[in-house]
């Protein structure tokens, strides 16, 4: 087990940047997850911390230890990628086995291992299999077996679901929470999918550009999008997003006119989550319905307020409107957040 730390760390490649001066304390038994669109330098963070990737700049410590000078097999960490990397020849018994061997393990403690990371991911059944002769989760679930078979201080999991189907991501992700809950190995996993890294992490980290724009809980960020990056890559659907003013406390916007903030005259963001608002008799919010949805435990009415404004408001299963009907949205300014219109950071105080 150990803590990692990332001190003013960053990697340039002449002029581009992958990742800017990050700082970041990863405690003792944490699931750390990096969320980013790609190219945000997520895969970057991680190869650097793997020792694959020298750095620019800054300090990597793993427990008590500065590894910046240390080769990868000599970082105690295990990694698993978005492809699987397994030996096509080999049957997943000596698959999972590999990792025992090459770090010269007794031969006397192989078998006990390995069996105890098989059964980890419920692969007792398939150990005589050939990689060829699985399912892409099933061969996943190998690849995160070869990772545990070693007992390293720390995982590091690259989009490791990225390449299964819908169903299957949802199941093997409950299998690596569940993992992670048995083994409390510090882990730090990577993927653009916010849902996973709501799902997943006991704490985000959420990149753009290189750059950290937030740290929090799920629900911290969820809650408190530090800027309107964050708002936008957070949630499903995303905050909607309304550029507008702010006059003695109220904002005004096509459609809309909220009053109660507590923010200076000038033009700002309004933000607001599709589920916080309420389709009502009447409200701050009037506007036409641009298109309805049925998403099965809800439906969701998606308002076009001017020319390019657009918000949607979930509504109840059986709510119904058709394209063009006007409908009235409770949005009162309890429910939303402010941003900067200009630099898009949070304006803290105004509201929630
Ligand atoms: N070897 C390299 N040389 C130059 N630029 C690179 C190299 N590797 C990655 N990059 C750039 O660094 C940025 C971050 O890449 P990466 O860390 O792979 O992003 P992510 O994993 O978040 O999708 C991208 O703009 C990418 O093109
Ligand atoms: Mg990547």
Known sequence: MADIQLLNLSKRWGAVTGV????????DGEFLVLLGPSGCGKTTTMRMIAGLEDVSDGQIR?????VNDLDPKDRDIAMVFQSYGLYPTMTVYENIRFPLKVRKIPQAEHHARVMRAADTVELGELLNRKPAA????QRQRVALARAIVR?????LMD???SNLDAK????????IKNLHHELKTTTIYVTHDQIEAMTLADRV???NKGEVQQVGTPLEIYDRPANTFVASFIGSPAMNLIPGEIRGGTFTAPGVEIPGFAAPDGTVTLGFRAEDAQVAASGEIQAPVYSMELLGDSSMATLQLGSKSFAAVKSAKDFKAEIGDSLAVRAPASICHLFDAQTGQRIVGANR
């Open 151 to 155: 007992e390293p201080k720390v995982f």
């Open 20 to 27: 800017k001066t990050m700082n970041l304390h990863i405690a």
């Open 205 to 207: 980290v959420v990149m």
């Open 134 to 137: 699985l399912s892409g989760g």
């Open 62 to 66: 793993i427990g008590d230890r500065v």
């Open 159 to 161: 989009e490791p679901l």
């Open 168 to 175: 299957l991501r949802v199941s093997t992700r409950a299998q």
